[in-house]
């Protein structure tokens, strides 16, 4: 049986710093960054407020949500007896946390027309 460390090249090595250098450097930098979430939500407000005015200047309108909550694929898939179970994992991808029971019941709701 040969020691792992024999088999490893010096390429392997560097690879392996490199990633003990992101994953340290990036734990060290989060511990002493501490986050501003008042200085990220005044940023994001900014910059809110700068794209409202971009598209109120070029006339451009951004087409409403529709009533159903779903997305355009969702409701796609949602349409089609045949992939309601697809319908169902792609409303949970696109909204994280959400459970299956929850999902299904508004995938359900969607083909029923209640939504």
Do not use: C, W
Not at 62 to 91: H, Q, T
């Amino acid at each position: 049986m040969t020691p792992l460390l024999a088999v490893l090249e010096f390429s392997d090595y560097a690879i392996i710093a490199g990633i003990v250098i992101v994953f340290a450097g990036g734990a060290a930098y989060t511990s002493r960054q501490a986050v501003n979430l008042g200085g990220l939500q005044r940023q994001l407000d900014d910059l809110q407020r700068k794209m409202n005015a971009l598209l109120a200047f070029h006339h451009i309108e951004l087409p409403k949500p529709p009533p159903s909550g779903l997305s355009p694929e969702v409701e796609r898939l949602a349409s089609s007896p045949d992939s309601k179970i697809a319908a169902i994992k792609l409303y949970r991808e696109q909204n994280p946390g959400t459970g299956l029971a929850e999902a299904k019941a508004k995938i359900e709701a969607f083909a029923k027309g209640r939504l």
